[in-house]
Each structure stands twice: as C-alpha cells, then as structure tokens.
C-alpha cells in the first residue's frame, strides 16, 4: 500500500520559511512525479512544485524563486523549502505521488496534508 506522509507544517511568519517532508512508504524513484499541492479556504487545489524520476522540476509563478523542491533518495523523501513566506502561502499542504499502476495507466498519491499559516 502506498503511503505519504507530510510534515513540517505550522506557523510562518511573512518573509520567514518553512520545511515541508513528505516520507514515502516506497522508492521515490517508483513514481514518474511526486510533487505538492496546496488548498486554500475557498479556493481550487492548485499545484505548487513537482519533480519528475528524472529531476526535472516545475513550479507555479506564484511561488517560483521562494520555494524550492528536493529529494533525498536515500531516505524515500520529499522536501518542500518555502523561503520569503506571504500570507497569501497560508493553506493545507499535500504531497503526491505519480506512478504508472499497470496496462498503460497510472495511479497518483496523496498524503493526508499538512497545514501551513503565514502570519503578516
């Protein structure tokens, strides 16, 4: 069974930073994508970072130059650093997983979220 696990959630300050982790209950390298979304009260799910198996990353304009993905392959880990924190930031936070599940399909991942707060 695959699970993700976030953490690192909490109070933020603007202008502070936060660390996300998102421990997976497999090689990360078995998904093609793993990445993090955010939800804000009221507002769509968006995504706000994604790396590929191939470490090619992507981020949203809002966030892109303040957050940062990574990964440490070693430890089936997912980092979400968030620097230059705005209140606008303030939402759940989930981490996700892509891998293909079989007959050309593929299934995607999600961790229970955890909650970020910026403060101004």
């Known amino acids: 069974q695959v699970q993700l696990v976030e953490s690192g959630g909490g109070l933020g300050q603007a202008g502070g930073s936060l660390r996300l982790s998102c421990v997976a209950s497999?090689?990360?390298?078995?998904?093609?994508?793993m990445g993090w979304y955010r939800q804000a009260p009221g507002k769509q799910r968006e995504l706000v970072a994604a790396?590929?198996?191939?470490?090619?990353?992507n981020y949203a304009s809002s966030v892109n130059g303040r957050f940062t993905i990574s990964r440490d392959i070693a430890k089936n880990t997912v980092y979400l650093q968030m620097n230059s924190l705005k209140p606008e930031d303030t939402a759940v936070y989930y981490c996700?997983?892509?891998?293909?599940?079989?007959?050309?399909?593929?299934?995607?991942?999600w961790g229970q979220g955890t909650q970020v707060t910026v403060s101004s």
């Open positions: 996700t997983g892509t891998r293909a599940s079989g007959s050309g399909s593929s299934a995607t991942y």
């Open positions: 497999m090689r990360i390298f078995s998904f093609n994508t």
């Open positions: 790396v590929t198996s191939g470490g090619v990353r």
